[in-house]
C-alpha cells in the first residue's frame, strides 16, 4: 500500500471516527484504526463493535491498493504535531511496518493484520429506510438527549426513541421524571416504524454531524440503524426492547395557563436554586392570578430565596413544587422567547412548550413531574 494525502484531510477524517475507539478492551485490534485502499479512495474505520464510523477520503499517488490496521493513538497524535502538507505512507511488508513521510522527516509505525479487524452486521432484508435534513436530526438529538436516563442498567431509558409514522417523526427521551419530544413533520415515511438509539451513540452522531447540510439517510431494522452523511457512515447496534408509551402520559386537560419570558424564568429559576437543599434542589412556584413568585428554603443551613417575576397566568391559585435543575435543564434546551406552561394541580405533570408562533416545522415540548413540598 501506497497513497498521499494531505496531513490535515487525513487528520480531519480519523478524528471523525476516532469517537469509536474504546477507552478500553480486551480486543487489541479495537485499538487500531483500518485502512482500506480501493484506487483513489481511502477508507477508514473504527468501531467498539457495539459503534462502528467509517469515512473515505480521496488520495493521489496510489501504488498498491490494500488494507493495513494502524495503532490510532500513535497515528492520530503524530498527525495533530504535523503542519498542513502533503505526506506519504507506505508499507513494508516483509517487516509490518508503515512510514509516515512528510516533507522534512518521517516515522515508522508497525501494522497489524487487517483480517483480525471485525466484519460488522449491516441492516438486513427487512430493513427500513428514513431521510432527515441533517439540521434537524442535529436539533432533535440536541433538543432530547439531555433527558434521558443516566442509568446504563436501564438500555431502553438511556436511549432516544425515534417514533415515525407517514406525516412526522417524533424524537423522544425521558428519565420518567421529564420527557422531552421533538417532533419533525419534515421527517416522513410510507409505514410506521421505530428505533431506539443508544444515548452515546447519539451524541457521537450529533457531534459528527456539526453543521453538515444535506441529508442523513437512516436505513435500520430490529438490531441495527445504518446512518450515512457524505462520505461517513455509522453503523450502531439499536437498543432492544420495547419503549414506554409516551403518549399516554402527556397531560391533556391541564387548563392553568402561564405565559413567561424564558429566559426570565430561567434566570430567576437559577438565583432562587442557589438556596435550594442541595440533595433535593426542590424549588417551589407559587401561582395566583397574574403572578407568580418562585422561591426555597434550606432549613439545614438557614437558607432562603424568593423573587416575583412578571408573567401572564389564568387559572386557580397552585403551590407546586419542582426540582430545580428538570426545570432548568428543560427551559435551557428550549429555542423561544416566550414559553407556555400548563397545569392541572400541584400532583400532576407539568406541560413546558414555545408559545404560539414560536414553532412552524418542528414541535417541541416537555412534561416535567411535580414534588412534594412544605
Known amino acids: ?77 503524530l498527525l495533530k504535531e504535523l503542519p498542513d502538507q502533503p505526506v506519504t505512507i507506505s508499507t513494508n511488508q516483509s517487516a509490518n511496518s508503515f512510514e509516515c513521510a512528510w516533507t522534512t522527516g518521517s516515522s515508522t509505525l508497525p501494522f497489524f493484520n487487517p483480517e483480525d479487524y471485525p466484519v460488522f452486521q449491516k441492516p438486513g432484508e427487512t430493513a427500513v429506510t428514513i431521510e432527515f435534513p441533517a439540521q434537524t436530526l442535529s436539533d432533535g438529538i440536541s433538543s432530547t438527549v439531555y433527558a434521558s436516563s443516566d442509568e446504563e442498567n436501564r438500555p431502553i431509558m438511556n436511549s432516544i426513541f425515534f417514533d415515525i409514522k407517514p406525516d412526522n417523526t417524533t424524537l423522544v427521551a425521558s428519565d420518567l421524571q421529564k420527557l422531552i419530544c421533538f417532533t419533525a413533520d419534515d421527517v416522513k415515511a410510507p409505514q410506521e416504524a421505530s428505533f431506539i438509539l443508544n444515548k452515546r451513540h447519539a451524541n457521537v452522531l450529533k457531534a459528527i454531524l456539526g453543521k453538515e447540510e444535506g441529508a442523513v439517510a437512516i436505513t435500520f431494522d430490529e438490531k441495527i440503524a445504518q446512518i450515512k452523511f457524505g462520505a461517513t457512515t455509522m453503523l450502531s447496534c439499536l437498543v432492544v426492547g420495547k419503549y414506554p408509551d409516551y403518549k399516554t402520559i402527556i397531560p391533556k386537560n391541564n387548563s392553568n395557563i402561564l405565559k413567561i419570558n424564558r429566559a426570565q424564568l430561567l434566570n430567576t429559576v437559577k438565583r432562587i436554586a442557589v438556596c435550594s437543599p442541595k440533595a433535593s434542589n426542590h424549588i417551589k412556584f407559587e401561582l395566583t392570578q397574574g403572578s407568580l413568585e418562585v422561591s426555597a428554603q434550606d432549613v439545614g443551613f438557614e437558607i432562603a430565596a424568593h423573587e416575583k417575576v412578571e408573567c401572564r397566568y389564568d387559572g386557580d391559585d397552585l403551590v407546586i413544587g419542582f426540582k430545580s435543575t428538570h426545570v432548568t435543564e428543560i427551559l435551557s434546551n428550549l429555542d423561544c422567547e416566550e414559553i407556555t406552561l400548563k397545569f392541572a394541580d400541584k400532583r400532576r405533570s407539568v406541560l413546558i412548550l414555545p408559545s404560539e408562533g414560536e414553532s412552524e416545522k418542528v414541535k417541541v415540548f416537555g412534561i416535567v413531574m411535580p414534588i412534594m413540598v412544605r
Not at 498521499?4 to 471523525?16: G, H, M, Q, Y
Not at 477507552?23 to 463493535?49: C, H, N, R
Request: hydrophobic residues 40%; glycine residues 2%; charged residues 25%.
Open 1 to 77: 500500500m501506497k497513497f498521499s494525502v494531505s496531513s490535515t484531510d487525513l487528520l480531519k477524517a480519523i478524528l471523525t471516527v476516532q469517537k469509536a475507539i474504546p477507552a478500553k478492551t480486551t480486543e487489541a485490534i479495537l485499538e487500531d484504526y483500518l485502512f482500506v485502499l480501493k484506487g483513489q479512495t481511502l477508507e477508514i474505520t473504527a468501531s467498539d463493535m457495539e459503534l462502528t464510523l467509517k469515512t473515505e477520503l480521496n488520495v493521489q499517488n496510489t501504488e498498491e491498493e490494500g488494507s493495513i490496521a494502524v495503532p490510532a493513538r500513535q497515528i492520530t497524535d
